[in-house]
Each structure stands twice: as structure tokens, then as C-alpha cells.
């Protein structure tokens, strides 16, 4: 038997990766380097929680609500539907995933395009808000998508990030969907437990079931 096939989903974490006007670039530095009387390599990394591919915590988007570290985990480890809806224009609607709609996992990811963006695209793709409460209609725990954020850039209400908040959704961002062919998979993304955060990064990855 063939051993399972991982699908690395996670974009590179650089300085040059896209973020957010105005968001905390990645950067590194060396506090320690290998040479006399120092035995190792040491670095120290800066940056915005949302670089790459990362999830949201509940905090991200309501004041009240759990930071990362007091998110569970169950969400972020299971089987997942990847769905294709290339081309959706801005938002994805429900009819751009009933084709796939059938005895949905418990995850979903919405690949819309063909390429995901290496430098920061202010048009892309983010879901319908009614589309987020049908997904949860269906008992969909988990949504992903291979675009910056689930609401579109220019947005100051974040309504498809509410949904997320009033339907107990949680919600990963910046994957990269490019080799991946639409079906079943297992989903491995589990956040950081770092305090307080609003997000954290993920190294997002599909195995064939």
C-alpha cells in the first residue's frame, strides 16, 4: 500500500510574503551565530500573526471574545473537503459549492484561484457572509480559503467575519490551494498557543485519506 500524500498548503513566511497595508512584515535576525565560545545559531523572529498561512482567533474580530491559546484544537484536525470555485469573482457564493455540498465534512476549503498571490492583491476572492451560515447550516466547523482574508480587503464591517463569530466557525487564511485537486482530505493546521493573540501562524497540510 502507498503510503498518504501530503499537500503542503502553507504559502512561505519571508519579507517579501503579501500582508495587509500596514500589518507587521516577517523579519529575522541573528542573536547568536555559530563561532568561538558560541556553539549554536540563534534567531529572533518579528511579525503579524496573519502573515502566511494562519488562523484567526474569535479575539481577531470581538473584544470579548478567546484569544488563540484558548481556542480548541478539534477544529483544525480532521476530514476536510477541498471545493474548487476558480474564478468566483469577489465573493463565493452557496451556488459556487453546491456541486460539492454532499455529505460535507466537518472542514472546508475554497480554492479560487489559479495561482494563489505572491505580492499583495487588493481584489481578492472572500466569501459571501450567507455563504458562511449555509456552510454552518451543514455542519461545517472550520472554513479556509487561498485569499488574504474571508471578507473582502476594502471591508470595515467584516460581516463574512462575524458570521464566523455568531456561528462558533473558526477560519484559516492565506492557504495555497494551487496543486491541490478538489475531493477528501485530512486536515492537519493546529495554531500556536501564544497568549493573547488574535491569531497564529499555521503550517497547514492535506493528507490523502
Not at 48 to 66: K, M, N, T
Not at 105 to 112: A, E, G, M, Q
Request: charged share 20%.
Amino acid at each position: 500500500m502507498n503510503p498518504p500524500t501530503l499537500h503542503d498548503i502553507s504559502p512561505l513566511v519571508s519579507a517579501a510574503a503579501p500582508i495587509f497595508p500596514g500589518d507587521e512584515p516577517y523579519a529575522l535576525r541573528w542573536t547568536a551565530r555559530l563561532g568561538p565560545g558560541c556553539p549554536v545559531n540563534l534567531s529572533a523572529v518579528t511579525m503579524s500573526p496573519h502573515v502566511g498561512a494562519h488562523a484567526d482567533a474569535p479575539l481577531h474580530y470581538a473584544d470579548d471574545a478567546p484569544a488563540i491559546d484558548a481556542v480548541d484544537l478539534h477544529a483544525y484536525l480532521g476530514p476536510c473537503r477541498v471545493i474548487h470555485a476558480i474564478g468566483c469573482g469577489p465573493l463565493i457564493t452557496i451556488d459556487h459549492l453546491r456541486h460539492a455540498a454532499a455529505g460535507l465534512p466537518p472542514r472546508v476549503l475554497v480554492r479560487t484561484c489559479e495561482r494563489a498571490d505572491t505580492v499583495w492583491n487588493p481584489t481578492f476572492s472572500a466569501y459571501a457572509p450567507e455563504t458562511l451560515a449555509w456552510l454552518a447550516d451543514q455542519g461545517v466547523r472550520l472554513v479556509g480559503i487561498d485569499t488574504p482574508s474571508v471578507d473582502p480587503g476594502d471591508s470595515k464591517t467584516l460581516d463574512a467575519h462575524q458570521i464566523l463569530r455568531q456561528r462558533d466557525l473558526r477560519v484559516l487564511e492565506n492557504l495555497v490551494l494551487d496543486a491541490v485537486p478538489a475531493g477528501d482530505y485530512e486536515l492537519i493546521a493546529l495554531p500556536l498557543k501564544l497568549a493573547g493573540a488574535c491569531a497564529s501562524p499555521v503550517r497547514a497540510v492535506l493528507r490523502t485519506l
